[in-house]
């Protein structure tokens, strides 16, 4: 469905829990038809995967965090242009609030080596930017999280672009039965300027 619908037409997809490994990195590769840039967690329970588009692009770094929970490209872009820096998540859930603030901590810190760059922050945070739109019958109380993740978006100013998009509409992208709680955990963050381009 991927290789149909968006590598042909030159999309870059980011995947999180992947529960990939290794092993299957050729096969993935192979079925897609072209290249696919991994982080795996050892566990086989979490893992990020960046799969690139189907056109000519220069990766000129890529970095990881250690258990599968991020991987990043920088990609040139083209001559005399600002290089896009984008960054895949899947964070952790809301049991380990610890390891959520210190994945916030290092991603402020990757992206603070990267402010030459055009940034895109994508993936599954695991965490509500706004309760008030993005909440359904549960009460969101993990503000030092919420907290740190804004610390991080403010100094490099990345923005909801979804949100800004969609002032007053509600999506959600995590769903629980018995009680019916919702929520949009789904994020794509981008530089300011991206949309007014």
């Not at 509500?128 to 991080?152: I, Q």
């Amino acid at each position: 469905w991927l290789k149909k619908y968006h590598n042909a037409d030159g999309s870059m997809v980011l995947l999180q829990e992947t529960h990939s490994s290794p092993e299957i990195e050729n096969i993935w590769k192979q079925e897609y038809g072209n290249n696919i840039i991994f982080s795996h967690d050892s566990s086989n329970s979490g893992g990020t995967a960046i799969l690139m588009p189907n056109i000519d692009i220069n990766i000129v770094n890529t970095e990881s965090l250690d258990n599968g929970r991020c991987i990043c490209i920088e990609i040139e872009v083209g001559e005399n242009e600002e290089n896009l820096f984008v960054m895949n998540v899947y964070a952790p859930t809301r049991d380990h609030v610890q390891d959520q603030i210190q994945l916030a901590q290092n991603l402020s810190n990757i992206t603070s080596r990267y402010t030459h760059c055009t940034l895109i922050l994508g993936g599954d945070l695991n965490l509500c930017m706004d309760p008030a739109m993005d909440t359904y019958g549960e009460c969101d109380k993990y503000t030092e999280y919420r907290t740190a993740l804004k610390g991080l978006c403010d100094p490099v100013n990345l923005i909801d672009s979804w949100r800004l998009l969609n002032p007053d509409v509600r999506r959600d992208t995590g769903r629980h039965c018995n009680p019916l709680r919702q929520s949009r955990l789904d994020y794509l963050l981008t530089s300011v300027h991206l949309l007014y381009l």
